[in-house]
């Protein structure tokens, strides 16, 4: 699985920006995490190929939108009303097809194998 994230950037504080990530291969679970200065990387959002589901951590629920497009080629994380916290660099990764989709890990960066470069996002006060 090969993955390529674009559209980072620069946005106010309040301001909206969806980055996206072009997939190339098969995959059971994909999903977006963050790694801002000096922290660990965090998973904002996942989705499961199958049925959909998706899963977000409270610090962006309601906020951040996870999806996927009907071919499976292109996963989209929606960000809308953005704080100075959401700065970061964001990764998409993936989970190999046939793998299990679960809640309990879904956000765990270590369940994931394939990851992409990365997109940087800064959100200005």
């Known amino acids: 699985v090969q993955l390529a994230e674009s559209g980072g950037g620069s946005v106010h504080a309040g301001g909206s920006l969806t980055p996206s990530c072009v997939v190339q291969g098969h995959y059971s679970t994909m999903a977006w995490f963050r790694q801002g200065p000096g922290s660990d990387r965090e998973g904002v959002a996942a989705?499961?190929?199958?049925?959909?589901?998706?899963f977000y951590p409270d610090s962006v629920k309601g906020r951040f939108t996870i999806s996927q497009d009907n071919m499976k080629t292109t996963i989209t994380l929606k960000m809308t009303n953005v704080k100075p916290e959401d700065t970061g660099e964001y990764y998409c990764?993936?989970?190999?097809?046939?793998?299990?989709?679960?809640?309990?890990?879904?956000?765990?960066?270590?369940?994931?194998?394939?990851w992409g470069q990365g997109t940087q996002v800064t959100v200005t006060s």
């Open positions: 990764a993936a989970r190999p097809r046939f793998s299990s989709c679960d809640s309990q890990w879904a956000l765990l960066s270590e369940y994931y194998r394939y």
């Open positions: 989705i499961c190929a199958g049925a959909g589901d998706t």
